[in-house]
């Protein structure tokens, strides 16, 4: 890519990779924005505690005085981000930190003379400072799905969050050592005790617009737009947010996770003096310990997500923040502060709780941050952002507020119980994340298990529609072939099931929260019908809906006849079909090859599988053609393999060669005048003893 070039398409979705030019540049420079952010801050907060009339109040003063712009400007930060390019926008943030370091040291300077007065208008620069990451945040996030590509969203926000996380940490730590080498005491010597902080400030502040000058020019997302009225833009913003429920929660889901981390960043500094009896540098060591496991937590978060945003990470960061917060208070809840002996047994402890805090907390904001930015709308990303932030940065006012109050007021919290409350409530959210999101829990759930059996890759995830509905059309080779298609996709997916094998004791309740549509030969036409409309109508309302048309496994290995009835769920709807061809199962345990399920050993261990996703076909005239294109898919397949070597557990599909009868495996539905579906085994189905209809979930069910 040459230099002025654009890493977008026509459609302004990014084209880059995570090791593009643009994206390591906005890595860079967030990395050395949000390391000045927390130098500065922390800085500023140290400093404030020396002063007698600050000393109690100084860590809410310094969070409420850093979150406050991201409220005020919460309007103008979407309107400058949609409004002009977004790499302009990043570039002149930048140097205006440069300028507002400046400000920053003259006010230094002047606590030299006035002490009180030279920390309040320090202050005043963490105000500023604030402004300019308000600016920042919106047009930061909003370049990532400009710059990358739409599979690569969520492993890039992995990136970013523990750039930043790791980077706040150091900062933190960086500032608490800036703080302890600064003396800004009256009558100090102005430039000694300038050196430090003024030398490290003003740096980083240039090495990061340095970086930002390396992202490539980005187009405006709607250059047309005009300047907003504050707060009927921000209000706006915010019924933008609420109409599109889904991100409204995950901006909720977002918000809390910014208003713990705020707490648990001030609880850490009460926590290393108070409790462990550590110094201030000792103290950001811990917050090293956090930011390790928020980073690691991270990665692993766009690592598992496999080229699609998984929400079903989502529960799992919550059970995990709730266990190493409760493990906190469990390590320092009993520390004697009088007891040295107590005090350093409880330190390594500690920090491994806040590693598994960390991690939990990695697991947890990825996948929200990436759903926001990939489900939103280009046009209107700045402002869904921008409202997110004003949701977040208002909890972490709570934050400063709440922790002000539960350490300084009646109830004189210390900080284990800080995250004892902190643990417990996390539980709730769990739940409640449990009941919005139980496909993408199970499905999370099902990846982790599939990854101890199978090795999994999936190929053309993007023909998958991210929005609306379709019907997938896949073949059938193991009673795993369902919930190994669940795992390929970042929205839900309702399948047809045979009725009697979904309905069984212990998972009908399981399936119901599914959406599984069932579906039973034996029941007769009307009812076959019912169920045909019924995963209709699901299509119509935009949901993903799955069947295999073959009605049976195959007991050979080849491709089965494809059953009439499943045309009758699109037919007349401008839903496409989207073919898939799953390869490489045949002959694992849970195939019958050797007319055998179950009863043989595996050959290989993990598994290795293929999906191969083609492109959606739209209003095919015959079942034929189908099953033609998913045979052209095993074709596809069967090449891929001879160019990385035979697998020895496969068997080639043969479209030229009759398949033997199959025997009947309880799944078969014969055609019938109204061309009645077929169904299929693997996932989970509605309650049989439930009449209704299981009740659709919503498109991405958060």
Known sequence: MTAGQTEMDSSGRGTGGLRSRSFLALLVTQGFGSLNDNIFRWFCVLQGMKVEELKTSTISLGLICFTTPYLLLASHSAYVSDRFSKRKTIVACKFAEIVIMAIAVGAMALGGVDEMLGICLVFVAVFLMGAQSAMFGPAKFGAIPEIVRSEKISEANGMMQMVTTAASALGMFAGFVVSDMADLSPGAPTLAGLLWPAGVLISIAVLGAVASMAIEPLTPADPTRQPPNPFKETVSNLALLYQGRPLFRAALGEAFFWFLASLATSAITLMGEQVLGLGQTATGMLAIALVIGVGTGSVLAGMMSGGKVELGLVPLGASVIALGSLGLYWVTGDV???????????????????IVLGLGAGFFIVPLVAFLQDR??????GRILAAANFISFSMMIVSAIVF?????????WEAPTIFLAAGLGTIPILIYVLWLLPQASIRMFIWVLSRLVYRVKVFGRENIPTQGGALIVANHVSYMDGFLLLTSS??????VAHADRVNRFGIARLTRLMGVIPIRSTDGPRAIVASLRQARAAVENGELVCIFPEGQLTTSGRIEDFHRGMMKIVDGLEAPIVPIYLD??????????????????PRRWPYPVSIH????????????EVRDTVLALGQKAEN????????ADTVEYDRNVESPPAEPTGDTVQDTPVDQQSETNPAPAADSDDERPAPPLSEDET
Request: hydrophobic share 35%.
């Open 336 to 354: 004697d502060p009088t007891n040295p002996t107590t005090q350093v047994a409880a330190v390594w402890p500690a920090a491994t709780c806040l």
């Open 376 to 381: 939103s709308e280009r046009r209107t990303r």
């Open 404 to 412: 002000y109050v539960v350490t300084e007021g009646s109830l004189g």
């Open 490 to 495: 970042s929205r839900p997916i309702r399948f």
């Open 584 to 601: 490489e199962l045949w002959g694992s345990i849970f195939s019958h090859e050797r007319g055998r399920f179950l009863w043989k050993i």
């Open 613 to 624: 996703v083609g492109e959606p076909q739209d209003c095919p005239d015959t079942v034929g």
């Open 640 to 647: 891929m393999r001879d160019v990385k070597g035979p697998a």
